[in-house]
C-alpha cells in the first residue's frame, strides 16, 4: 500500500461546479497535511494546509479526518483557471525520520 | 522578493558527463530538498539538509551528491552513475527543520530544472 494516495483522476467538471478530491494516507501518526497545486511543467504551489479542525479559503474547503486517515479538498464553482493537478502532501514519521510524502495528483480539467 | 531560485530552466548533458544544478534561496530557511518527478509519478526525495554543512539522502540518493556550505544555497550533482537522469528537479525550502517540525512547516518550490540526457 503506498503512504500517500489519490485517484489520479482526469476529473473533467463543467464551469461552475463542485468538485471534491480525497487522499488517503497510511500513517496514524501523521504530523501534518498540505494540498498543492501543479499546473503543467511548473513547480507545485501551497493551495492551503489542512487543518483538524478543517478550513477554508474562498471557494476551496479542506477536512481532515484522522480517524479515516484521509484529506479532502473541496472546489465550489469551478472556474477555468481552476485547471491543475492537485497534490496531496502529508508529512509523516517513516523510515526513522520526519519527512514530506506526495502523492501522485488528482487532474481536473474544468471545462467552458 | 523573497523566492526560491534554480538554475539552469533546462540542461542538456551527454552520457557520462556530471553536471551541477543550482539552487538558491533568500528566504532564510533552515531546511532543504531536492526532489525529481517523473510523468505520473509524485516526487521523489533525493537529498535533503536541516542545517548548514548537514545533509542526509533521501529515497533516490544513488548517483547524486549535494552541498550546503551556505545556508541558501543547495547544489545538486548529477553524476554519470546515475542511470536514468531525465527527469524534472525541483528544489523546495522549508523555515524550520524537519525535527523541530511544528505542526504546520510548509514546503516552498524553486521553479525547477528539466534535465535531458542525449
Known amino acids: 500500500r503506498k503512504e500517500v494516495e489519490q485517484d489520479p483522476g482526469p476529473f473533467n467538471v463543467p464551469e461552475g461546479a463542485t468538485v471534491a478530491f480525497n487522499c488517503t494516507y497510511s500513517n496514524s501518526a501523521s504530523q501534518s497535511f498540505f494540498w498543492y497545486r501543479q499546473d503543467c511543467r511548473k513547480e507545485p504551489k501551497l493551495l492551503m494546509s489542512?487543518?483538524?479542525s478543517g478550513n477554508e479559503d474562498g471557494r476551496f474547503t479542506a477536512q481532515l479526518n484522522r480517524a479515516s486517515q484521509y484529506i479532502s479538498l473541496l472546489i465550489r464553482d469551478s472556474k477555468l483557471s481552476d485547471s491543475a493537478t492537485y497534490l496531496c502532501v502529508v508529512n509523516m514519521w517513516t523510515s526513522g525520520t520526519y519527512k514530506y510524502i506526495f502523492g501522485t495528483g488528482t487532474r481536473l480539467k474544468v471545462l467552458a | 522578493d523573497g523566492g526560491i531560485t534554480q538554475s539552469p530552466k533546462y540542461l542538456f548533458r551527454k552520457e557520462g558527463q556530471n553536471v551541477t544544478l543550482s539552487c538558491e534561496q533568500n528566504?532564510?530557511?533552515?531546511?532543504m530538498y531536492w526532489y525529481r518527478q517523473d510523468p505520473g509519478q509524485g516526487l521523489r526525495l533525493i537529498y535533503y539538509s536541516q542545517i548548514v554543512n548537514d545533509f542526509q539522502k533521501g529515497d533516490i540518493a544513488e548517483g547524486y551528491s549535494v552541498s550546503r556550505e551556505k545556508k541558501e544555497s543547495f547544489p545538486l550533482t548529477v553524476t554519470s552513475a546515475q542511470k536514468n537522469p531525465t527527469a524534472f528537479y525541483l528544489c523546495a525550502s522549508s523555515e524550520l527543520a524537519l525535527m523541530r517540525v511544528s505542526s504546520y512547516n510548509e514546503q516552498f518550490f524553486g521553479p525547477g530544472t528539466r534535465l535531458t540526457v542525449l
Open positions: 528566504l532564510n530557511h533552515d531546511a
Open positions: 489542512v487543518y483538524s
